[in-house]
């Protein structure tokens, strides 16, 4: 039990601490649809050509990629999307493991106020979906989780509250392009 309470509270800090920074040395190459495309650590997805390859804060992100010009005065890229991987215990299931990653979400003095929660399909697999606000950092969130095998690959957008509405075309080309490899 201290193992997944463990495991729980590290997704959490990762989902919390998700700010990122311009850098990247991972490739990607560009399409001719004015997108690109990132082939990696077995999965792939397209994002748009003017966005960058960022270095996340959080520990297990894989890939994140963002907006360079909604970068605030640190640098942060604000609009962004990251993908996380996480280990599921064995004995769990990924809708018990996302219910209990929320609950302790809400639970900590974050501000966090879910607006939806569902799932969807991304790529011909079933993947539950949660929209969030965290007040705390000012942003508004989507979250959808995918599972292969034991490992849960966690697409996480992420934007200013003000600006969330505007990247909701980008997100679900990103999202809808996502495929397991």
Do not use: H
């Not at 729980?8 to 601490?17: E, F, N, R, T």
């Not at 299931?93 to 809400?106: E, L, M, P, R, V």
């Amino acid at each position: 039990m201290k193992k997944y309470l463990l495991a729980i509270i590290l997704l959490l800090s990762i989902v919390l601490i998700s700010g990122c920074t311009t850098s990247g040395n991972q490739t990607a190459t560009n399409t001719s649809t004015g997108m690109k495309s990132y082939n990696g650590d077995q999965f792939n997805f397209n994002y748009p050509s003017s966005w960058q390859i960022i270095t996340s804060q959080a520990q297990n992100s894989t890939i994140a990629v963002g907006d360079p010009t909604s970068a605030d005065n640190s640098g942060n890229v604000q609009v962004n999307v990251e993908i996380q991987t996480a280990v599921k215990p064995s004995n769990v299931t990924i809708q018990d493991y996302y219910n209990s990653t929320y609950a302790q979400f809400a639970a900590q003095n974050l501000g966090y106020k879910q607006l939806s929660d569902g799932t969807i399909t991304v790529n011909g697999k079933t993947a539950l979906e949660n929209v969030y606000i965290l007040s705390s950092v000012s942003k508004e969130q989507r979250a959808v989780w995918l599972q292969n095998g034991n490992t849960i690959y966690i697409i996480l957008c992420s934007a200013p509250i003000s600006q969330y509405n505007d990247q909701q075309d980008t997100f679900n080309a990103i999202i809808s392009s996502f495929k397991l490899v």
